[in-house]
């Protein structure tokens, strides 16, 4: 069982940065990504990234502002999220998928795995 450790939420302004964290407890992850989820609403894609050869995927309403990146070494993904605004505000989980099948990176039913979700709130 693949375990995912998110960090790095917290409270910022409009127009402020954060930068999360996830590391799992094993090496070789075929495809990993950042999920969020706002209270009422159904679990969305932010971005996705295959650790291996660092191809990055992003939804579209974050292409521009947040930037996904891996640290092999450490089994670590980050989110790089800047320009932050109040509809960014959700529960950001981190995804795996372990077992290498063309899937799409953007979406829910593609991972296997799901960390336990950190709180990001942008206070307009």
């Known amino acids: 069982q693949v375990q995912l450790v998110e960090s790095g939420g917290g409270s910022v302004q409009t127009g402020g940065s954060l930068r999360l964290s996830c590391t799992a407890n094993?090496?070789?992850?075929?495809?990993m990504g950042w999920f969020r989820q706002a209270p009422g609403k159904e679990r969305e894609a932010v971005a996705a990234?295959?650790?291996?050869?660092?191809?990055?995927f992003y939804a579209d309403s974050v292409k521009g502002r947040f930037t996904i990146s891996r640290d092999l070494d450490k089994n670590t993904i980050f989110l790089q999220m800047n320009n932050l605004t109040p509809e960014d505000t959700a529960v950001y989980y981190c995804?795996?998928?372990?077992?290498?099948?063309?899937?799409?990176?953007?979406?829910?039913?593609?991972?296997?795995?799901w960390g336990q979700g950190t709180q990001v709130t942008v206070a307009s």
């Open positions: 995804a795996s998928r372990g077992r290498m099948k063309r899937v799409e990176a953007l979406s829910v039913s593609s991972y296997d795995n």
């Open positions: 094993r090496f070789n992850l075929y495809l």
């Open positions: 990234i295959q650790p291996g050869p660092g191809y990055a």
